[in-house]
């Protein structure tokens, strides 16, 4: 199956707070991604900026009459000069992509309850989840309401969310860690039982998770810079319990616990 290609843009959608929503449909077939995979995407037709940049989909939309090879969506927030130049092309123009890439996230099995976090733009990585765990509890936070993405774009409706809010301006005030804490914590008093985290935010947020008594078995997607997307150019190493290992080709989904923090 091809993992490189060529893809047209057929929506491009800017929302208000910084994010746009991306739909591209291969010019061939490709593998149907697992979440928590990503895709490398040509920002551009112009040498500047020279790289593709790393992307997770929020979701793969099969092959249908519409779209003979299916459909990808993203959820990018334009904060540099690569996606500032991608959420501005032209519906009907072509971007050269590489993938799907990397490690996603494990099989839930049928004895264990799902917890998915996300933290701001971390979303994007996470959001497909509750499309195959349907009901699974969903804890978003962000510093603030006006940053919370339009879901209806991507027809993610009736999630069970736990939203939290920096400045108290949207659901709980505080942090997403906090509320999830105290939801562990009452389930475990309620019905017990094996619980999975699989989460998706700023390292500052993994750190924190680290250091706190969850009593689960947790999973983090890394988001980091990367140069290749498949390994060869070493720049994306992270330090574990296993030695060093590359977040492009043997995560980005890694056990939190194997993640050796400096510091």
Known sequence: MNRLFTAEIVRNDPMDN??????????????????????????????????????????????????PNGSLMFLIGAVGKGTNILKHLAVGMRLSVIGPLGQGFPPVASDEILFIVAGGIGIASVL????????????????????????????????????????????????????????????KRGCGGKIKIYACGPNGMYRAMAGMNLDADVYVSLETPMACGIGTCLGCAVDTVNGLKMVCKDGPVFNLKDIIWDG
């Open 128 to 187: 497909g989840l509750t499309n195959v765990n349907p009901n699974t509890p969903f804890f978003y936070g962000v510093r603030t309401k006006e940053l919370i993405p339009d879901m209806v774009w991507f027809n993610y409706t009736g999630i069970n969310t736990f939203t939290t809010s920096d400045d108290g301006s949207i659901g709980f005030a505080g942090s997403v860690l906090e509320l999830l804490e105290k939801q562990v914590s009452e389930f």
């Open 18 to 67: 910084g994010y746009f929503a991306l739909q591209v449909t291969p010019d061939v077939e490709i593998s149907e991604p697992d979440i928590g995979q990503f895709f490398m995407i040509k920002t551009g037709e112009s040498i500047d900026p020279l790289l593709l940049r790393p992307f997770s989909f929020v979701d793969f939309i099969p092959p249908n009459d519409k779209y």
